[in-house]
């Protein structure tokens, strides 16, 4: 599978073992989306199942709120990241609050899922990285996956959790390869990846960086642990400071601008509680603070292998 295909057989299994599992948003239905995760749903498991919505994010999420509130398990796409901030409200004060609100008398089932990130070289609203948004709504699970494996796996698990989860799938890798997928392979939700183990320096990364990542640590002369965060919030601390206290040295990589960037706790909780394991500053390579620009220019605009592969490089001769 690659991870399209990975999102489409993992929406299908959960409807297939589920009948409380639900599915719908813009083009969801008879179009099968905008990048067709959906495409063949409808068809196999009925329009009451699999079907598409008016053009009102904040309508999507607050009727899947209310249908998770009486034993549905709503899975809904908001058709970019970009365009999930007009049912920002409905997310962060209903669905992320409502346990805490009600005393445990009601819960959330609900998924969200949103393609994010640039790499497609479309108009900047489309090409946004939202997760620091979502990971400062606490009662929220984000999760970002990077290979189809944990795309599959992460995905049911999202729609199997009694709470809410933002599920963000990175557009830019969505068909960039292919693996093997186990479908009785089950992850952790709150656990992260060691996608390569090293000695010198800890690379943490998560979604269309990894493979970047993965990358970058074979063009250093050195020994790279490569950390696939995979859930943002909550977050594997333990897996990172674990490879810290290990290494000695930490680049943080992400999409998403530098400041207030997710990169920023992780580095504050690096110095926090592994400062004096450490042989250089935290290195952040991150896309620079500025609106996410049109296309022409997207490629200046995202991290790469260059601008990776120097961090890597000033940590490890700091």
């Known amino acids: 599978m690659n991870i399209i295909t990975a999102v489409n057989e993992a929406l299908r299994d959960e409807l297939e073992e589920d009948e409380d599992v ?66 920002f409200y409905q997310i ?43 990971a400062h709504s606490q009662g929220l699970h984000v999760v970002i996956p990077s290979t189809p494996q944990n795309t599959y796996s992460l995905l049911r698990k999202s729609i199997q959790l009694d709470d809410p989860v933002v599920f963000l799938e990175p557009k830019k890798t969505y068909r960039a390869f292919k693996q093997e997928v186990d479908r009785e392979k089950e992850i952790d939700l709150e656990k992260a990846r060691i996608a390569k183990e090293g000695e010198d320096v800890t690379l943490i990364a998560w979604g269309a960086m990894v493979p970047l990542a993965e990358k970058a640590a074979e063009e250093v002369d050195a020994s790279v642990e490569v950390i696939d965060l995979m859930t943002i919030y909550p977050t594997d601390f333990d897996t990172v400071l674990n490879s810290v206290k290990k290494t000695g040295r930490a680049v943080v990589l992400h999409e998403a601008v530098k400041t207030g960037g997710f990169g920023a706790e992780i580095a504050s909780r690096i110095q926090e509680e592994a400062i004096l394991h450490m ?8 896309a620079p603070d500025v609106p996410y620009p049109l296309y022409t220019l997207e490629d200046y605009h995202m991290p790469n292998l260059k601008r990776t592969v120097n961090g890597l490089e000033r940590v490890l001769e700091f």
Do not use: C, W
Not at 54 to 78: C, D, H, K, N, Q
Not at 98 to 121: E, F, K, Q, W
Not at 279 to 286: F, H, K, L, S
């Open 92 to 134: 962060k004060e209903h669905a992320s609050r409502m346990r805490i609100r009600s005393r445990g008398d009601y819960n959330v089932p609900l998924t969200v899922r949103a393609p994010y990130g640039g790499g497609i070289s479309a108009l900047e609203h489309h090409q946004e990285s939202p997760e620091a948004f979502y």
């Open 279 to 286: 042989e250089a500053p935290v290195e952040r390579v991150t």
């Open 22 to 87: 639900i599915t719908y948003g813009e083009d969801v239905g008879e179009d099968g989306g905008v990048f067709r995760a959906t495409e063949g749903l409808q068809e196999e498991f009925g329009e009451k199942r699999v079907f598409s919505s008016p053009l009102a994010e904040s309508g999507i999420a607050g009727t899947a709120i209310g249908m998770s509130l009486y034993g549905f398990r709503p899975v809904v796409e908001m058709q970019f990241s970009g365009f999930s901030y007009l049912a």
